[in-house]
């Protein structure tokens, strides 16, 4: 073994406060980046009534089962 002692030292962190946009843009690119902002969304999509009507109606249990029933000969 060395005579010589590993030493290991802190590096201090850039931020001074708990707010991610104080880091600024390039220290932190994955803190100010646009996906960040992945959950701002407007919210649910409604279907006008026109798209609605041109739907198919959902199937029921025994036509569902019948399909299953086709699919695993």
Do not use: Y
């Amino acid at each position: 073994m060395s005579d010589k002692e590993q030493q290991f030292t802190i590096q201090p962190h850039p931020a001074t406060t708990n707010n991610p946009a104080d880091l600024g843009e390039g220290k932190t690119p994955g803190l100010v980046s646009d996906a960040a902002q992945a959950f701002n969304t407007p919210g649910v999509a409604q279907l006008s009534q026109g798209t609605a009507a041109g739907l198919e109606q959902p199937k029921t249990r025994e036509q569902l089962h019948e399909e299953f029933k086709k699919l695993n000969k």
